[in-house]
């Protein structure tokens, strides 16, 4: 291994165990909190948490395998069954994301009629719609055989080793990749777009009150008047900011391997295995980036994590207690 691989491989089990801590932390507070598994919300939430840790259990040790090893992970029939799955999982995790940002759209743009549009038996066709796209292409590619050890990715994912099928492998490449990555990042960027508008609109109505009432009291001091100004300033950064994550950890994580994947089809375009690996990589950290965009960023599951926490260290502290009066009981009886 060159120096280039084995940084790679450290990348791929630092994404590990990132993904694989987080996700779990995820799902703690889910099956913890009744308040979120009540929302709709949670369940596209618990939908995306476990399609990333499916994906980091089954998916990326193989790639790490192969990727140190530089040969396919296991048999032709396992390989094909992890492609299956990793073909499975990515999409799923994709649309995941476009229907809660569909869902964010309902509750920010008709808060009035949210409840009524997005109730958990919506949520539940939302999830069986993804579920059915995601399974649809899978299961072509498998039929096809169109899954596989890929060595540019060190991975077993979408491949087609057969030079008869070149063709349709092509053009299901592209409807693939039309139909997952680039219908959730129209989705994305229709729905925090309509989101921002309106956040920039309240806003903009909270500026005009809050300076109204700074003319009004005249005899405010400057310091209170500054804070007033410099919190209107964030409010406005604050909303924009959660929108360009949304949407930026989408496009720096996605793009570029599936740039790779559509580039890949020109066999006259060289690309370097390194990158190759690289895109694989930034991939696979998008799940390990979702439970902090989408989940424990949120003042709920903050204080969710808080009184798991606290309930720990008091019953360790309790337990503590405990052993310290049995131990000197115990002594106090030896000495007797």
Same mark, same amino acid.
């Given at each position: ?7 790679? &491989? ?32 949670? $369940? ?21 395998? /192969?990727?140190? &090893? %530089? ?27 476009? @229907? ?9 743009? =008709? ?7 997005? %109730?958990?038996?919506? @949520?539940?066709?939302?999830? /069986?719609?993804?579920?059915?796209? &995601? ?12 899954? /596989?050890? +890929? ?10 080793? %057969? ?8 053009? =299901?490449?592209?409807?693939? +990749?039309?139909?997952?990555?680039? $219908? ?5 960027? =229709? ?29 405010? +001091? ?12 964030? %409010? ?11 949407? /930026? ?18 066999? @006259? ?15 696979? &950290?998008? @799940? ?44 106090? +009886?030896?000495?007797?």
């Amino acid at each position: 291994m060159d120096t280039a691989e084995v940084i790679l &491989s450290v990348l791929v089990v630092v994404i590990i165990i990132v993904s694989l801590l987080s996700n779990v932390l995820v799902l703690i507070c889910f099956l913890y909190n009744p308040e979120i598994r009540r929302q709709v919300p949670g $369940l596209f939430n618990l939908n995306l948490t476990f399609c990333n840790l499916l994906l980091t259990v089954a998916n990326m040790p193989l790639t790490l395998v /192969g990727l140190v &090893s %530089r040969a396919q992970p296991g048999g032709d029939g396992f390989c094909q069954i992890a492609g299956f799955l990793e073909t499975f999982l990515s999409t799923n995790s994709m649309l995941s994301m476009a @229907a809660l940002s569909i869902d964010r759209w309902i509750a920010v743009v =008709f808060p009035l009629r949210y409840h009524s549009k997005m %109730r958990h038996k919506d @949520a539940a066709l939302v999830l /069986g719609y993804t579920w059915a796209h &995601s399974m649809s292409f899978s299961t072509v590619a498998a039929c096809l055989s169109w899954v /596989g050890y +890929h060595r540019l990715y060190a991975s077993c994912t979408l491949s087609n080793a %057969r030079a008869s099928s070149r063709t349709q492998f092509v053009v =299901f490449t592209v409807f693939f +990749h039309s139909f997952t990555f680039l $219908l959730s990042f129209i989705v994305l960027c =229709f729905t925090y777009l309509k989101v921002l508008k309106v956040a920039r609109f309240h806003c903009k109505r909270i500026d005009v009150i809050t300076m109204q009432t700074l003319v009004l009291l005249v005899d405010i +001091h400057p310091s209170v008047r500054q804070r007033c100004l410099e919190e209107q300033k964030r %409010r406005r950064q604050r909303a924009t900011r959660k929108i360009s994550t949304f949407i /930026g950890t989408f496009m720096l994580c996605f793009a570029p391997y599936v740039i790779t994947r559509i580039v890949e089809l020109f066999p @006259a375009v060289p690309i370097d295995p390194h990158w190759g690996i690289v895109s694989k990589c930034l991939a696979y &950290s998008k @799940a390990a980036c979702d439970p902090f965009v989408y989940s424990l960023l949120r003042h709920q599951y903050k204080k969710t994590c808080t009184d798991i926490l606290n309930r720990l260290l008091k019953r360790s502290s309790l337990n503590a207690l405990k052993d310290y009066f049995f131990t000197e009981r115990d002594y106090k +009886h030896f000495k007797i």
